[in-house]
């Protein structure tokens, strides 16, 4: 019976949370580039922020700031050095234990958005310091 409950109410957040995604991509399609953006930061989330957003125990994070050691952000969205296309490279090819992503995962739209999305966001981080 708890158990019954608890499945729906997770099918029920699961339901919102798409809702409330595509909610978001249609406001974000009307004005322009922002729906790429929105939609890249969306890939980002889903994707990439487990190992490269910032703050302790991000693999990707750490991997890159003893890679750069602050010669460079360690953050990848606060990295305005970093060229969209070797984001694409790399998110195709992998990288130690970057796994590589395939087409069914990101698509190439959703490739070009998170690019997009990563290194605008990079650049504007730059720009306000
Ligand atoms: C499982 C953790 C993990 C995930 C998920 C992950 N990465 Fe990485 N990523 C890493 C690690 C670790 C490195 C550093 C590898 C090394 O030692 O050079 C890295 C390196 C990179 C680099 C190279 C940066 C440089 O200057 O060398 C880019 C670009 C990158 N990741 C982008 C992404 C994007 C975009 C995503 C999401 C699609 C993503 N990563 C998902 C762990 C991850």
């Keep these: 019976m708890t158990r019954s409950i608890v ?10 949370g798409v809702a409330c995604m595509l909610a ?36 990707g994070t750490q991997a890159l700031e003893a890679k750069y050691n602050g010669a460079t952000a360690a953050v990848l969205v ?17 990288v130690s234990v970057m796994p590589p992503f395939r087409k069914t995962e990101i698509s190439d739209a959703d490739l070009e958005a998170l690019a997009d999305y990563i290194v605008t966001t990079a650049r504007s981080h730059g720009a306000a310091q």
């Design 78 to 94: 606060e990295r305005a050095d970093l060229p969209p296309e070797l984001v694409k490279v790399i998110v195709r090819s992998g």
């Design 24 to 59: 978001a991509w249609g406001a974000g399609a009307q004005d322009g580039g922002r729906g790429d953006l929105m939609h890249g930061e969306q890939v980002y989330t889903q994707w990439c922020a487990a190992c490269h957003a910032a703050g302790p125990n991000m693999p």
């Design 7 to 16: 499945t729906m109410r997770g099918t029920a957040v699961a339901a919102l």
